[in-house]
Nanobody, 115 residues
């Protein structure tokens, strides 16, 4: 059974940093496209960042230069380093994986950025 467990969310002031972690079980993380999505109240879920099996990354324009996605295959964990956080980054952040048509979601972790 595939499980994705996020951690690292919390309350931070604008300009601060957080690092989210997504620990995967039941899959070999390196074979998957791993992504972070977020959903703010009243808004659709949106892609924040993704990393594929070759280590290539992709970012939403709104987070480019501030967020970094990375992967530790030995720990089967993907990270999202979030710097220079803004109030508009406030959302529930979800870990997502894709491999050969199979997808899974984590339960989400709340990130709140205050002024």
């Amino acid at each position: 059974q595939v499980q994705l467990v996020e951690s690292g969310g919390g309350l931070v002031q604008a300009g601060g940093s957080l690092r989210l972690s997504c620990a995967a079980s039941g899959i070999t993380l390196s074979f998957n496209v791993m992504s972070w999505y977020r959903q703010a109240p009243g808004k659709q879920r949106e892609l924040v960042a993704a990393i594929n099996s070759d280590g290539n990354t992709n970012y939403a324009d709104s987070v480019k230069g501030r967020f970094v996605i990375s992967r530790d295959n030995a720990k089967n964990t993907v990270y999202l380093q979030m710097n220079s956080l803004k109030p508009e980054d406030t959302a529930v952040y979800y870990c997502h994986r894709f491999q050969g048509g199979s997808i899974s979601w984590g339960q989400g972790t709340q990130v709140t950025v205050s002024l």
